[in-house]
Antibody, heavy 122, light 110 residues
């Protein structure tokens, strides 16, 4: 059974960089035809796609966040990571990692991590 | 303001049927597949429907998806109290070059 687990600091200071890692078990990132992505949800609000990566290292990001987002993959550890720079209180959210199925205009997220709350505060 | 528009809330009695709409445009819903997610309180979203109307393994046939024009619709029959959750639609927006989600609909089973 495929499982994803987010890890990283739960508190980040304003203007600093948020860093999260997603560990995948039950599937090999390097042998998968899927993408691996990040989605966030501010408290009490809806979902926002951040971006994704493929095992080759190629990445795709939400244009609204692209200037601040770095997504990378480590196939040796079966992990992928998110870095979001220059954070503000508006970046406070539950961050989810998920497996992203993407074929043409068909996008969906079929496996999700449990999510991790990241609070931006001094 | 979400690119995809969902009603903030819907309600129905146990055993009844409910539909949740997701309204978009030619740059998203019309030309790309829709998916639907169920988010129970305090948990991660769960995929209910993909490719407009397909159910992943393990999702009961009480849940269905359809699409017509600029709108996608999630249907739930035989409502149960355990169906109380937030429901989100999602798709690709070709103009924005991003995955977009609806604002979510809170289902109350009275």
């Amino acid at each position: 059974q495929l499982q994803l687990q987010e890890s990283g600091p739960g508190l980040v200071k304003p203007s600093e960089t948020l860093s999260l890692t997603c560990t995948v078990s039950g599937d090999s990132i390097s042998r998968s035809s899927h993408y691996w992505g990040w989605i966030r949800q501010p408290p009490g609000k809806g979902l926002e796609w951040i971006g994704n990566t493929y095992y080759t290292g190629s990445t795709y990001c939400n244009p609204s966040l692209k200037s601040r987002v770095t997504i990378s993959v480590d196939t040796s550890k079966n992990q992928f990571s998110l870095r979001l720079s220059s954070v503000t209180a508006a970046d406070t959210a539950v961050y989810y990692c998920a497996r992203h199925s993407w074929v043409g205009g068909n996008h969906y997220f079929d496996y999700w991590g449990q999510g991790t709350l990241v609070t931006v505060s001094s | 303001q979400s690119v995809l528009t969902q009603p903030p809330s819907v309600s129905a009695a146990p055993g009844q049927k409910v539909t949740i709409s997701c309204s978009g445009s030619s740059s998203n819903i019309v030309n790309n597949y829709a998916s639907w997610y169920q988010q129970l309180p305090g948990t991660a979203p769960k995929l209910l429907i993909y490719e407009d109307n397909k159910r992943p393994s393990g999702i009961p046939d009480r849940f269905s998806g359809s699409k017509s024009g600029t709108s996608a619709t999630l249907g739930i029959t035989g409502l149960q109290t355990g169906d109380e959750a937030d429901y989100y639609c999602g798709t690709w927006d070709s103009s924005l070059s991003t995955v977009v989600f609806g604002g979510g609909t809170k289902l109350t089973v009275l």
